[in-house]
């Protein structure tokens, strides 16, 4: 029968005589009293000792030995037998249960074909009966030695059978009832993944009950995940060592023979919803704000959307996950929430056992922590922590000082509960130890404290309960300083039964006793006494190891806590099986809330939020999500190979899956490409390659992919070899000595990064140029590795077939080694479908050694004007058209020890470099040997008598990549009838007949360098004087018509004569602009755009996302800041 309220006392009575028929005369005899309890499963049998406690726990994870007992919480006058149904020879089955099929325990434990717990078959139900030992019921068959081990992660439905049939298996009673669930945690079986070679990624795997302190294992392939296997060195960018520090270390292909450890984890929580790959940089704390129960069941409402806002993957919470709710959701006043309502919901079933403990050690900021609840409690007044008597403790000196368990669910004492410290008193007399009351010093209804009488004893007093006088009872504490352990257990109201411990012997015991219901915190240490009618006495209190247990300890139980030297083993018990439930979608359009389905009531429940502990006035409940489990983006290898995953928790593994790692297609032609080979200085560099052809499988994935791709660079030593900023220092006239801005995966993609890194980007492309980026990111994944990503928009990436190449500035130090990969390229693939997939890949390695530079007794230019361009008086900058010359005067160090002589070696690199044509030819000015496909340099002396810079007779315009069209280098070998250049002498160079470049750029500077003969000792340098430029010619086409000869969409059939343009830039760059000092002037950057006779312009609007980015607006973006718009 269904019987209402769980957990009172009914008188049973018996009619033998008369008309027993409802309303007759029969006569009826009290013949005992009956409660009905729900089953509770303890979480251990005797704590703590060691690894007893342990392994008499529920097992609550794969392969972890556990045991399955219920408490005999009704248990009276030593009867063996007070409790129904539950008798010696009953048995077990243990289910699997299915979320789609199963509604409650009760549902799996009489659906046919459920599938048993793998570890615990159907023939185990009678080898596992139960026995009663002491105050549990024991499933274990009369053998104290076995253990349940369960082999797969599942949450597990308990069902009891009182008689098992003669074949061992099959119930006799006549169903199988349930007694409760246990989470066993691990992986889900058969999971495996390909990953690319030469990327760092991450993984993440399903499982049950996971979390954030659980590892994965590479191991190698077929191994198997019991016993340890040791680690494969996979080429991690960090490790974890023992002490949980993280610890990065150098790629391992520059590094072998290292061991390495695990992986750590992280799962979805309150705490990391946002995080990037690194588990960092997470959004502020994300708690459910609000739970409100529905007719298809409670829906949540989170402070912010819970799902990750990147191009991450879908990391935040999903349909169909596995959601656990902390005590931070409580039942609201006068409404019909109960504590088993909140469970539900919350989607966790209590153990009975330990359900609070409190060490009082660590730091003072964790010192309130609930060791294996998810209750914690805050110091109030003066209260201080010391030494105590296992580890730290807390020291009350007034009824100000209290330690209040005031996050969490409160206490009840009316169940049954035991309540165990140690505690010592300066001075024996008038103290409080712990109450279930209000820390305001007053004694209100039902609040109830325990302490030490004025006359040295123990007591416990409730207002309006079960007082057991203010005098005390049972043996006087001792005084002086002594450490004492004190235990009080209650039996609940059905037992009535009180008993108060000293050192873990019996002082006391008391029948009958009737607390009431409470629901109240933990106060210890003061506030609890109405402090205006009682005096404390003088002296402090010092209190370490507080326990609360939901269930009347056994003797056995209280002499082993009060005896046991080492209780570490008790943080390792847990005091409830985290079910969870599943979260849905719902149909609300509101992203912020998700439905938890099924859990539903004939009278809705009232729920409210109370205060957490994570913030400053923040209310909410705390949550996480069991099912799924992620590593930090620090996987990396640069071996194709088969991998095997194991999962450990506890130094216990289980297999995960397989994980393959897959070489990528090479691009091609990878080149590395620096204009100077000076350490210690910014320089800028050209890194080429050219994607797939279109005709393969490979190229036609550029055409195919329906999301955004990636172009991603890795520099892999930043130490040898790093990035710098792209942006111009026009005062000293060099490059910005500082490090690019970083940038947080998850943040928008910025175009003004884009700016600051990139120089220039160019392609043979010539209908597309080299795609327009959406931005770029920038940021590091070790203390070694820099990652630079440039974002694309949807069908606007790389193309197939074609070459690019990007400038950017760089700088290298003493470690600098050319036969070190520089950078790792990666065309990453769709990043919403594919997102850890690599299209293609590339290893960067540098054509040149760098080299330490010019010290003062090395040919070296001036520091001041070291290269000076010169032009017309009035213009800030030297404007090529056409046939164009260009003339500078260069000088040398202050000392004839630096001076410039025969046979050194120069170089001139125009900028942009992807834009320049020079003739390659090259001949002195009076050379008549001049061809037409040659241009001209004339050496003279400036400043100087009885001087001559000579006739140059090996000269030379260069590619910057070989087998490329960009020609923007002039290399000179100074003459061997030379004069020495040093000091105030001012040697010039005329150089002439060469053409400029015809797609016009902003304003630029010339680098140079000088070598010695050798070509070692390099110096560089940037020109100071005027800037050059060159401004498009007027028939420069720069956009072109869009049309479509089927009369197709966006445009065709468009009865207005509305015309589309695609633009393309003659400039180089994009991006972020300088701002120069005020006496530098700069000729404006405009556009400016004329209808043809006839036609007039009625605007420019954004086009649709099929015709591409809009990259010029009237505001300016980072692409372009334009001054003005003339229509």
Known sequence: PSVEPLGAAMDVCLCFQGNCSDGGNGTWFKAGQLAIVPPRLVTSSVVPSGELSWASAPPREIAQPGRLALNLALRAYD????????????????????????????????????????????????????????????FDGNDTDRAIRIQSAGVIAICYCAVIADDGTSCQDPVWAPIGAMTIAGPRPNQWWMLPTYRITRLEFEGVGLESTDRIRLVEYGQTCENAPPALEICPLSYTDDDDNIIDIPLCYHVDGRQYADYSLQILSHQT???????????????????????????????????????????????????????????????????????????????????????????????????????????????????????????????????????????????????????????????????????????????????????????????????????????????????????????????????????????????????????????CGGQVADTSSVTRTGGWLLLDELRWYNIPLADVDVAAIAGTSDPSSDRMLISQAEIGNRIVKGDSADPKEYDIPGLVWSVPPVFEMAPSDVGMNA?????????????????????????????????????????????????????????????????????????????????????????????????????????????????????????????????????????????????????????????????????????????????NGLRAGKNYHMVMNAWSTNQFDQSQEKILINSGDDIDSRHYAIHETGHAYADQQMQIGASLNDPRFSDTNGVEILGADDMEWLDFQGNAEITWLFRAGTFSTSKIKKQCLMTFWFWPLTQWRLPMRCYDAEDPRRTEDSFKILCDVHTGSFRRCGTIEKCSGDTAVPDMPHIPKISIQMPDDMNDLYGTLVYRMHITDFLAPTNGFFTRRVQAQVRKPDGTKPNYILSSGKWITVRPIDTTVFARLLYDAADDLPFGGDPTLMVYVKIMLPTDLRGLVPIPPADVVRPPSRIEVVAPEGFTILGIVQPSKDLGQAVLTEDGDGAAELSEIER
Not at 274 to 296: F, I, Q, S, Y
Not at 347 to 357: D, F, M, S
Not at 483 to 493: D, E, L, M, P
Not at 662 to 687: C, D, M, N
């Open 619 to 795: 209310v909410g409940s705390g949550w996480k999500v069991t099912n799924r489990a992620t590593t930090r983006a620090e996987l990396l290898t640069p071996t194709q190979q088969y991998t095997t995953v194991c999962w450990e928790r506890d130094g216990r593994f289980a297999e995960v899956g397989t994980l393959i790692f897959r070489q990528a297609t090479l691009l091609g032609h990878v080149g590395l490409y620096l204009t100077s080979t000076e350490w210690l200085k910014t320089s800028p560099f050209i890194l080429t390659f050219k994607t797939a052809e279109l005709s393969s499988s490979t190229g036609k994935r550029y055409e195919e992919a329906e999301g955004a791709m990636t172009l991603e660079l890795s520099f892999l030593n930043v130490a040898q070899f790093d990035l710098m900023s792209a942006v111009l220092d026009n005062t000293y006239g060099g490059e910005i000595m500082a490090s690019v801005t970083a940038s947080n995966r998850i943040d928008a993609p910025s175009q003004k990064l884009c700016g600051q890194i990139f120089k220039e980007l160019w392609s043979d492309d010539m209908e597309n140029g080299f795609p327009h980026p959406k931005g770029c990111t920038n940021r590091m994944t070790s203390g070694d590795v820099r990652e630079v990503v440039l974002h694309f928009e949807a069908r």
């Open 79 to 138: 009867d063996p037998y007070p409790v129904l149904g539950l008798q010696e020879g009953g048995g077990l089955r243990l289910v699997i249960f299915d979320r789609s099929q199963d509604t409650s325990t009760a549902a799996a434990c009489a659906r046919d074909g459920a599938e048993e717990a793998p570890g615990f078959e159907a023939s185990d139900a009678g080898l596992y009966a139960g026995m009663v030992r002491g105050p549990r019921y024991v």
């Open 273 to 523: 919803v946002g995080c990037d790959e690194k588990h960092t940089n997470c959004l502020p704390t994300v708690l459910v704000k609000a739970a409100e129960a529905r007719a298809d069941g409670v829906r949540l409402r989170f402070a912010t959307d819970p799902r990750t806002p990147s191009g991450l993957g879908d990391l935040g919470l999903r349909e169909d996950d596995t959601i656990v709710l902390n005590s931070g959701i409580q039942c609201g006043d006068g409404s019909s929430c109960t504590r088993e309502i909140l469970r539900e919901v919350r989607g966790v079933q209590p153990y009975a056992g330990l359900e609070a403990y409190f060490d009082f050690d660590g730091a003072l900021a964790t010192v309130g922590r609930d060791e294996v609840g998810d209750r914690k409690g805050s110091l109030q007044g003066d209260t201080s922590v010391e030494s105590a008597r296992l580890g730290s403790g807390l020291q009350f000196t007034s009824f100000a000082d209290a330690f209040v368990v005031d996050k969490g669910d409160g206490f009840d004492a009316s169940q049954a509960w035991s309540l165990l410290a140690w505690i010592k008193m300066e001075n024996l007399g008038r103290h409080t130890i712990c109450g279930i009351a209000l820390a305001d010093s007053l004694s209100e209804d039902g609040e109830l404290e325990i302490g030490v009488s004025g006359h040295g004893k123990l007591f416990l007093d409730q207002v309006a309960g079960g007082s057991t006088g203010l005098d005390g009872v049972g043996a006087v504490l001792p005084g002086g300083e002594v450490w004492t352990h004190i235990a009080v257990v209650y039996g609940g109201q059905i037992n009535g039964e009180l008993l108060f411990y000293l050192d873990g012997a019996l002082s006391h015991s008391m029948a009958n006793v009737s607390l009431q219901a409470t629901d109240l915190p933990l106060t």
